[in-house]
């Protein structure tokens, strides 16, 4: 069953390894394993439902519970700690776009606000329930789960946008195509997530992001139905695709998906290769997607990470990597880059000869695929060590933002810096690690991780992660990066989107709101105010 305060199932563990255990103590020091409280306690703070009845709608208390946040922080300061959340006052199941209209009618007749949810993954805010005397419904699409349509010839795909991933590539693969999206939240989030976040996936440097394959759909809003067919190309006017994209349920609710999907490849490939220091890997993940060769993945971990990832395996197989790599110049300052070749075998030969040339030329050494197919193989589960992290007394959270080349090194270290200074003042040292996930010809993302010892109290510990989010937001605002790459805006980034689109540009965009959403019913508060 999917845990109720922390992520995926609940028979699932990533045991931390004593080794990491004492590295993470002797970077930060020793943590206190921090009071929970249980889901009977979380379920006696839920109030009277303010709804009244619909067939459509639970008011029971656990579904309110288990609906009421995603994965951000503070959701997790919330759940775990006991700092009672604001609850819906319902939870919706709808099986089709009628009931998604007649569920926007009840709402608009009660002056109720409506949240979308999807997988329950969102780690910036998007469903936290508004606190107010208007009621809140949130809607779980998990229902609306069909493959309504496949145009082989086309290569077109129609989904209810409540489709999980892993259920949403079974589909395909059946009929032997694929999406070939996989952002970290894969195994439980929807399709409908992806398009109103504008996600990206481990392999989106082959397959795109989103926004590439997301080609056309339907929006049921307060207002009436938007669709948008799906021309291979128009030149009518604005694309109200990019309408649909990133707006984090401010507009109305996606109900169908139309995207574009591929021929399942023949031959996947995941080598390992190890560079002596920072700057020779980040030239050579620059040098690899300037260079034209059509790789599926570059994932670049920098000192710190390598460091932290290594800590996190142990045996002689790592003995004779850490010989080989020395033997080559590879040691304190070793940089990981796992790169992926996708196609027919001839293709992906083709790929790992030429990356091999670039790898060379800035001094890396090739190390077989022996750690790719480890990657590849637990992926998904590198998110279940925050559950047993969290158990023994230490936070991790993560921040990304995407820069031009010529800026990457300036704003990297302003991020990593705001945070190792972050809590000088209450004597807490902080450890950020960074990876380059998506890389991009003229600029790269960059993905950071901070782990933080827990107060003695969830109050404490919220206003540790507080100022340390907004120390890292600053950093990435000031020194011109995006405030979100991949993870949309919700709550957490708001304060900080103004500088990136500008007033008139945020006005834009309360404007569309407000003709699909007049009352402002839809996620109120998330994206702009």
């Not at 030429?354 to 590198?382: D, P, Q």
């Amino acid at each position: 069953m999917r845990r109720w305060n922390g992520w995926g199932d609940d028979t699932i563990d990533f045991e931390v390894p004593q080794a990491a255990i004492e590295y993470l103590t002797k970077l930060i020091g020793p943590a206190i394993p921090p009071k929970k409280i249980t889901l009977e306690e979380m379920v006696a703070m839920v109030p009277s439902s303010r709804l009244p009845k619909h067939r459509l709608v639970s008011i029971g208390l656990e579904q309110r519970v288990r609906h009421c946040a995603g994965q951000s922080m503070s959701d997790w300061i919330y759940f775990r700690g006991g700092l009672v959340p604001t609850f819906p006052d319902g939870v919706a199941f709808p099986e089709s776009d009628n009931d998604i209209r007649e569920l926007l009618c009840f709402a608009k007749e009660n002056e109720a606000q409506v949240i979308p949810y999807g997988g329950g993954t969102s780690v910036v805010g998007h469903l936290t329930v508004p606190k107010g005397e208007q009621a809140v419904i949130t809607v779980d699409m998990g229902r609306m789960n069909k493959l309504l349509e496949l145009d082989k010839q086309g290569c077109l795909a129609t989904f209810q946008a409540g489709v999980r991933g892993p259920d949403l590539e079974a589909a395909l693969r059946a009929e032997g195509f694929t999406l070939g999206h996989y952002p970290q939240s894969f195994e439980l989030s929807t399709l409908g997530g992806w398009v109103v976040t504008r996600s990206a996936g481990h392999f989106s440097m082959g397959y795109g992001r989103i926004e590439r394959l997301f080609v056309g759909g339907e929006i049921e809003t307060p207002v009436g139905t938007v669709k948008i067919p799906a021309f291979p190309a128009s030149a009518a006017g604005p694309d109200l695709r990019e309408v649909i994209m990133g707006s984090e349920g401010r507009l109305g609710i996606v109900t169908k998906c139309t995207v574009k999907v591929s021929v399942l490849p023949e031959a996947e490939i995941f080598p390992a290769a190890f560079f002596p220091g920072r700057e020779e890997g980040v030239n050579a993940a620059r040098a690899l997607a300037q260079a034209g060769i059509p790789l599926s993945m570059i994932r670049l971990s920098l000192p710190e990470e390598t460091a932290i990832t290594l800590s996190l395996k142990s045996g002689w197989q790592m003995d004779l990597l850490y010989r080989w790599l020395t033997w080559h110049g590879v040691n304190k300052q070793k940089t990981m880059l796992l790169y992926g070749a996708t196609g027919t075998q001839k293709q992906v030969n083709w790929v790992l000869r030429r990356a091999k040339e670039v790898i060379k030329e800035y001094h890396g050494v090739y190390v077989g695929t022996s750690i790719g197919k480890h990657w590849y193989k637990g992926r998904f589960k590198l998110p279940y060590i925050r559950n047993n992290l969290w158990d023994l007394g230490y936070g991790v959270d993560t921040l990304e933002t995407a820069v031009t080349w010529n800026k990457a090194s300036l704003v990297r270290l302003a991020i990593e810096e705001s945070l190792s200074n972050a809590l000088n003042e209450v004597n807490e040292k902080v450890h950020v690690f960074t990876h380059l996930s998506h890389v991009y010809p003229h600029g790269t993302s960059l993905y950071v991780t901070y782990i933080f010892r827990l107060a003695n109290s969830p109050s404490e510990t919220m206003a540790r992660w507080q100022v340390l989010k907004k120390a890292a937001s600053e950093a990435i605002v000031r020194t011109g990066g995006t405030i979100t790459h991949q993870h949309g805006v919700g709550i957490d980034h708001q304060p900080y989107l103004v500088t990136e689109k500008g007033a008139l540009g945020m006005e834009m965009i309360s404007v569309l709101c407000r003709t699909l959403d007049p009352k402002g019913m839809m996620n109120s508060g998330k994206l702009v105010k």
